[in-house]
Every structure is written in C-alpha cells, then in structure tokens.
C-alpha cells in the first residue's frame, strides 16, 4: 500500500475519533471494509479463522468463516440438515459508497453472475423440498441498472426455484444528485422451491386503515373493505414503506458495517416464512442481522461470512443483545478494545 494512501487513511480515521470528542453520537468506528489498517487491527479479536465454525452453546445457532461460493463450505456448517428459508444479502457488484473495496468490489459482469450461480447452486441444494429463498440486490443506474436484470434472468436457469414476488423496501435515506430523482429503493427477490406455507397474519404493518372503498358483494351485501378486514392494520404488500433503513440514530445499528439490512425487514420475513423452531440459513452474515431476528423470534440460525472480521461481529453482536438486550451499539463500537 502506498504509503501516501497510508496516511490519507490515518488521517480519516483521526478525523472520526476527532468528531467523537465533539459530538458523541458519531459512530466510533468507522466503515471497516474500507481501512487496511484498521482492519489489520480487528484480525487479532477475531476468534474464528477461514474453515472455522462457532457454534452457540445456548441456542445452537451456527456462525463460520466460509465461502458461500464452494459446496464444501455450504455443507459443512449445515451437518446434513436441510433450511426452509435462505435470506441472502450478497455484494451488489457496485461500488458503494465511492469505495471498491475487496468486500463491496464492483467486478466483470460475467464474473459476478459466476460467482451467483455458485453460491444459488449451493443455496438450492441445501433447501427443503419446500422452501423460501429471499435475495437482496442492488441496481446500478450508471451501468445499466446491473447486476439487477443479468441476475434475474440468470435465475431462470434453475427450473427448481420459482419466482414468487418483487418486494421494494423505500429507504428513509437516499442518494442522488440534483439533476436525477432520489434514489431511496431498495430491491428484494422472492422465490420459492415447491410449495411452502406462507403466513399472512406476519406481513401486516404498523400502518392504520384510513381508506374506505374497494366495494364487493358478500352474502347478498355490498360491503367495503374495512369491514372485510381481518386487521386495521395495512398488510405490507410488496411496497415496504413503513421499515426505517438503519442509520447511527437507530440502537440497531452496528458502526463499521455498511451494508445493513433494518431489522424488522428479516423479522418481517422469517414471520411469514417460517415456524417457532425452523432453521434460517444466511450466506451473508455481515452485520449478523440474520442472528439476531432468529434469536428473538425463536428460529435457529445458521450464518456465515467470507471475512473473519463480520463473523466476529455477527457473534459479539448475540453475545451483546442476550447481554443489554440491545440489537446493537449504535453509535458505539463493538471493539471497546481498540478504544482502550
């Protein structure tokens, strides 16, 4: 590394622990993906190296250092078992937060949907005969909208998984430009092996029902549909506006990780995908959202990540929530170590 990008790194992450001092909700440690030094300095709390395997003496949840890509590693953590639902967040092959980074790498096109086949491949087989398998992905507007549509269409070459739904999480916080609308979406793919159960009751919102209208004939009468409801809650649908995209004002948040999925969004789906007791299985861990919903909706967990680092985080991060309570630290860090 050259050591004038050397100092242009100490000098950013100096300007963070400068803003500390200053103001106290800013985040204490800064993106982790990003600094080579900073992460020289996680690797030694890491408790897992590549190949390794956690396993939580209290619930059995699983967390590894594994390659979603290689078969080998897939069947390792799973030990034969079988998921009724896979929830994947996989690199959207962009380059995030204008930082290519060997965690977030924008990549050849056809390199990428290699890379996807592999890990769909290894997804497929270790699901039920009926299952979920939910994918977040990303759209590039300045390359054509990839990987979104290549991804789409590469799916099609697995005849076992059908796609069931098109979901939209509207993010609180956008980018954009001035010349160019806000882009505040966030995509996610639903598709099903066989036939799965589904329950409805979980994809009911927050929101009230305040419209009237959507009249229809039951039993000789004409009604409307807040009367036919079965809640006055709004079902999500799927349009998700009612999910907060996770920022440092959040207790969930975990500083360093900035790929974060919100919460509730997994909750939402482990809820309606799953029963008390079934196994969720996350290719992905990075922040370990994943864990946490199963942990506190009563589902076991298996995850893992390629980077020791995120395997970590994902294990500190139960250890912390069954400690506080807390899903995460905010804008503390989870590697009081550093600090001290």
């Not at 290894?122 to 290549?150: R, S």
């Not at 269409?153 to 999480?169: A, D, G, K, S, W």
């Not at 500190?316 to 009081?336: A, D, N």
């Amino acid at each position: 590394m050259a050591i004038t990008t050397i100092k242009e790194t100490l000098f950013e992450h100096q300007m963070v622990i400068d803003s500390v001092k200053r103001v106290s909700t800013t985040e204490r440690l800064p993106r982790i993906d990003k600094y080579t030094e900073l992460r020289e300095r996680l690797l030694p709390f890491c408790r897992l190296q590549k190949g390794e395997i956690w396993i939580d003496p209290v619930a059995g949840h699983r967390v590894g250092v594994l390659d979603a890509t290689c078969r080998k590693d897939v069947l390792k953590i799973m030990h034969a078992e079988k998921t009724s639902l896979i929830i994947n967040d996989p690199p959207y092959n962009i380059k995030v937060g204008n930082a290519n980074t060997a965690n977030l790498a924008k990549i050849d096109i056809e390199e990428y949907l290699c890379f996807s086949r592999a890990w769909v491949q290894n997804a497929l087989e270790i699901m039920e005969d009926h299952a979920h398998l939910y994918i977040w992905i990303g759209a590039d507007y300045t390359d054509n909208f990839q990987p979104l549509p290549d991804f789409m269409i590469m799916m099609r070459e697995f005849p076992e998984l059908r796609p069931r739904n098109f979901i939209t999480m509207r993010k609180q916080r956008g980018y954009g430009t001035s010349k160019n609308w806000m882009w505040v979406r966030q995509e996610l793919l639903y598709y099903v092996k066989g036939n799965p159960g589904f329950n409805v009751e979980a994809e009911y919102t927050d929101i009230p029902k305040i419209l009237r209208g959507y009249y229809k004939e039951v039993n000789g009468q004409m009604t409307e549909n807040l009367e036919r409801s079965r809640s006055g809650t709004i079902r999500a649908g799927n349009v998700w506006v009612d999910i907060q995209q996770v920022f440092y004002r959040l207790e969930e948040n975990v500083p360093g990780c900035y790929a974060q999925k919100p919460l509730k969004a997994i909750e939402r789906i482990i809820a309606a995908s799953t029963q008390n007791g079934d196994l969720v299985v996350d290719f992905f861990a990075h922040s370990g959202t994943t864990l946490i919903a199963g942990e506190k909706l009563g589902r076991k967990v298996y995850t893992f990540d390629i980077d020791p680092i995120f395997a970590e985080l994902t294990i500190r991060r139960l250890e912390h929530y069954r400690k506080t309570g807390k899903p995460g630290w905010q804008w503390r860090s989870p590697f009081p170590e550093l600090e001290r």
